[in-house]
């Protein structure tokens, strides 16, 4: 790139404010401001990181109050590829996020903060003076040795502080006298080694520099303690080929291998699998497909070997010199598809998620940015892994919430993969047993191609579900009225232990009660920032409100009117465990769950426990629901079928389809024939119906018909404006005006349809009050169009505006 004074650049900044802002580059520069890396800018009062997106020359109206972007941060290559700066312009404009704050989410977060780089000196006295002598440093560098060396070490402020700095510290981390590493913060550190990397292989060689360069050009970049350690090859050899410009010496992040991550799940065969017919038609028309893009939604039973679909279609787009993206909705199945990947991949994936420490997700990251991995997995924010040569994307669990961020930005990783297939010009394949509305009417519309398997593998049966209506069953008189265990499922239970199988409990609440009650007040011991109860959990002798995380000590009497009788009502994961352990004392349990998982690696080994059979029952929440394959579960029993039935959200019915079919899936997968026992008191339910049958398509035409009545997503968009702010005169105030700005806007398309403003159905949470205002049409780009204009109009101090785009939680 020419070097000019006059060039600009369109960066965007982590901000809420909607827009890019304009920065004149520096001369020295110029080379290095291309669009996609960071840069070090004054922002305000402060300096922060910005992403270039675009270069100009023409210098903007306002040129005087231009400042100048102060450092670039990326080295190597820049941190966005391209089609990744597209995808987040896509998704600023559809969800109407601020461009920075999409573009910090496809970051790790470490990279993302305020860029700061280090600067360390790894060559000694005598190394420098060589490099000197070899002209491959000039004497005035050794002056920044110096700097570093009596404490400056950041980059900028060497940069700022000393003339041609910038240049004298590019020659000295060429010749890998100092390493510039971003400075990263977390429990274990980063920790860097030398490598040697082969430059060039021209010109005559020893005996030994010849035995460095082969060692180079089987395995790239190679540690310099591997090197001499392991290949046996000498120091004086590399230090000679590197002086000859034959090699370069250059300090990485040390990797990470993860191989904890994997624990001691069983391997599938290798080899080559004989595939059913529906799966072979599955594979031969992605295969078809790879090198365009194409959207395909692979609906297939629990059991019917979708997973090694998947992994044929990644096989061949890495056959062909590409790389793959497999998106799971959870944490939780990580481990084990990221040990059938390790079966066929080896080494070259990279997994990707918020267990992992900032070092270990930054490793992975750069690995994936340099192209030494094929394959990446993780949930949603893996979508924006930085591959080069990406051939194909995988969305298992399609249907699957999780995908939806909770968050500014409020993205849909499942949405926005097609979009970048779409850019990308490759296919994706969207998979489950339950897919979404979105997608399956998609189908219906042409714009995706149905792909079915419709039997489990080996023609192993579907698990017969049996509904036991628990109106009339008598429980404990400690659970008031609700039921637990019925007779019916301790029985059940009973059969399976005494004959040696396994068996998985549902009960998608956490802790031991959802709330406590004071016999003879009835407080329910509200969180005092939220509008909920607090959930006791008996453990750790706490109540914990989960939408804060205010935690207080159970207390022996009550704080209203000191009475001594509390009743934990209602019943979670720990209260199931409590009672199982009474019935069934001499089988080994464990719970599953987001409390039980907190210690690092404890999911794989709980897993792990289970697979192997050292433990016979796992109870958990919805964590355990998908995914998983574990051959000795015969029985599945859901303790409460109606928890999410009850909820003011039109996706109820979808909710409990998806979460009671999932679960029942997990059911029967190996030689014996597996049941499912459901708890309702809503027998008749048509989502309850409908998974008796196994019969997804009966469910999707029963629900698309309510949707339609009452033009709901898929058939209308939908936008969710949340108002909040901790004084609740002024966030009411605001959503008035709010509201009475979209009623005019919406006025003008055809089928929309206001509702609100109103008090969320949480009306509270965190001490902030929370009024909502929902707005659907069928004329998607109209509505948000009519959402932006209105959220023009200038808030009250302390008021927040969130808008949501396609909702999937909307209390």
């Given amino acids: 790139m020419a070097s000019q004074s006059s060039r600009f650049a369109e960066i965007a900044i982590p901000t809420a404010v909607r827009g890019t802002f304009t920065y004149r580059v520096p001369e020295e520069l110029v080379a290095d401001v291309v669009p996609g890396v960071r840069v070090e800018v004054p922002f305000g009062a402060r300096l922060t990181t910005g992403f270039v997106l675009r270069l100009a020359d023409e210098a903007p109206a306002d040129i005087a109050r231009i400042r100048e972007i102060r450092e670039v941060l990326d080295e190597e290559h820049p941190a966005l590829l391209p089609e990744i700066v597209e995808l987040c312009e896509w998704a600023s404009d559809y969800y109407l996020a601020p461009i920075g704050e999409v573009l910090r989410s496809a970051l790790p977060a470490n990279m993302s903060a305020r860029g700061k780089r280090r600067a360390t000196v790894v060559a000694t006295d005598d190394e420098l003076g060589a490099l000197i002598s070899d002209r491959r440093l000039q004497k005035g560098d050794l002056s920044v040795v110096d700097a570093i060396r009596g404490g400056t070490r950041d980059v900028a402020r060497l940069g700022r502080a000393m003339k041609n700095a910038r240049a004298a510290l590019g020659r000295l981390r060429e010749a890998g006298a100092v390493r510039i590493e971003d400075d990263l913060r977390d429990n274990e550190g980063v920790r860097y080694d030398r490598f040697v990397i082969l430059q060039n292989d021209e010109g005559e060689l020893s005996s030994k520099q010849s035995e460095v360069v082969d060692a180079l050009r089987r395995g790239g970049g190679v540690a310099i303690h591997s090197a001499l350690v392991d290949a046996g090859l000498s120091a004086s050899s590399i230090s ?335 209260k199931v465990e409590e009672r199982f352990r009474q019935y069934f004392p001499a089988v080994p349990v464990e719970v599953l769950d987001r409390d039980s998982i907190r210690k690092k690696g404890e999911l794989v080994r709980i897993l792990d426990r289970f697979r192997r059979g050292e433990t016979r029952c796992l109870i958990g929440t919805q964590m355990l629901s998908k995914g998983h394959h574990f051959p000795g579960v015969t029985l599945t029993a859901v303790i409460n079928a109606d928890s999410i039935l009850g909820y003011p959200d039109f996706r109820s019915a979808e909710k409990t389809f998806y979460l009671l079919t999932q679960v029942a899936g997990r059911s029967g997968r190996g030689t014996t024939p597996g049941r499912v026992v459901v708890q309702t008191g809503f027998p008749s339910h048509y989502a309850i119906q409908h998974v008796v049958r196994h019969d997804y398509d009966g469910f999707f035409a029963s629900e698309i018909e309510f949707r339609r009545k009452f033009r709901y997503p898929p058939v209308a968009g939908l936008i969710a404006i949340l108002i909040r702010g901790e004084e609740l005169s002024r966030v009411e105030k605001a959503a008035l005006a709010l509201g009475k700005r979209l009623e005019e806007r919406v006025r003008a398309i055809a089928d929309a349809r206001l509702q609100g403003p109103a008090p969320a159905p949480l009306a509270r949470i965190k001490g902030v009050f929370r009024y909502q205002v929902l707005v659907r049409s069928a004329e998607r780009a109209k509505l948000r169009r009519a959402v932006d204009d209105a959220l023009q109009g200038a808030l009250p101090p302390g008021v927040e505006v969130i808008v949501d785009v396609d909702p999937i939680n909307i209390l």
């Fill in 240 to 574: 000679t080929l590197h002086k000859k410009g034959v090699v370069a010496i250059e300090s990485r992040a040390r990797r990470h291998t993860l191989d904890g991550f994997f624990g001691g799940m069983e391997p599938s065969p290798l080899g080559e699998l004989d595939y059913s017919d529906e799966q072979r038609h599955a594979i031969d028309s992605v295969r078809a497909s790879l090198g365009k893009f194409a959207a395909f939604l692979l609906q297939g039973v629990t059991g019917s070997g979708k997973t090694e679909v998947y992994i044929e279609i990644m096989r061949e787009a890495v056959r062909r010199g590409g790389q793959a993206i497999v998106l799971v909705p959870e944490i939780s199945l990580t481990p084990a598809l990221a040990a059938r990947l390790k079966e066929r991949f080896d080494d070259r994936i990279a997994i990707l998620h918020s267990g992992l420490s900032p070092s270990e997700r930054y490793d992975q990251w750069w690995r994936a940015r340099r192209g030494e991995v094929d394959v990446a997995i993780g949930p949603r924010s893996a979508l924006f892994t930085p591959f080069p040569r990406l051939g194909v994307i995988i969305v298992d669990e399609e249907g699957d919430g999780a995908y939806k961020q909770e968050e500014t930005p409020r993205y849909n990783a499942r949405d926005l993969a097609v979009v970048r297939a779409r850019i990308r010009g490759i296919p994706i394949v969207l998979g489950s047993a339950t897919p979404s509305l979105e997608s399956r009417e998609n189908t219906e519309k042409g714009k995706y191609t149905l792909l079915k398997l419709d039997r489990r593998v080996e023609s192993r049966p579907l698990p017969e579900v049996e509904v036991l209506d628990i109106r009339g069953e008598r429980g404990e008189k400690e659970d008031r009225g609700l039921i637990m265990f019925s007779g019916r499922l301790r029985e059940e239970l009973g059969r399976v232990f005494d004959t040696g199988e396994q068996a998985i409990i549902l009960m998608n609440r956490r802790g031991y009660a959802p709330f406590l009650l004071c016999r003879q007040c009835e407080n329910d011991f509200r969180c005092r920032d939220c509008s909920v109860t607090m959930t006791v959990h008996r453990r750790e002798g706490l109540l914990i409100c989960h939408y804060c995380g205010m935690r207080k000590p159970i207390p022996e009497r009550c704080p209203a009117c000191s009475g001594e009788v509390m009743q934990p009502i209602g019943f979670g994961t720990e």
